[in-house]
């Protein structure tokens, strides 16, 4: 079982940035972030694979968002730049065993709390 633990949410300005950190308490093959906004499902954000920092991101954040990972820390990061009011929503850290990077979210074992993006225009 891993431990995640997210941190760095807040409110910003719109075209501000902010970077999210997800600690985790062992290593899991592939790290993501996902968003939810009031009345919407759970959507992908970004992944990395553990191995190798392979990446994949939403089409809707590409460009703007950069995932990250310090192998040494077992953290990963979450850099948002160029932020939108769209973006505003909870966002979660999630980890599975496999390497294999996966869009969806049930495809994940492990979740942190979440933690709140707001962004004002």
């Known amino acids: 079982q891993v431990q995640l633990v997210e941190s760095g949410g807040g409110l910003v300005q719109a075209g501000g940035s902010l970077r999210l950190s997800c600690a985790a308490s062992g290593r899991a093959g592939t790290m993501g972030w996902f968003r939810q906004a009031p009345g919407q499902e759970r959507g992908f954000v970004a992944a990395?694979?553990?191995?190798?920092?392979?990446?994949y991101y939403a089409d809707s954040v590409k460009g703007r968002f950069t995932i990250s990972r310090d192998n040494a820390k077992n953290t990963v990061y979450l850099q948002m730049n160029s932020l939108k009011p769209e973006d505003t929503a909870v966002y979660y850290c999630a980890g599975r065993g496999s390497v294999i990077g996966t869009t969806t979210p049930r495809d994940y074992n492990y979740w942190g709390q979440g933690t709140r993006v707001t962004v004002s225009s």
């Open positions: 990395i694979m553990w191995s190798g920092g392979i990446t």
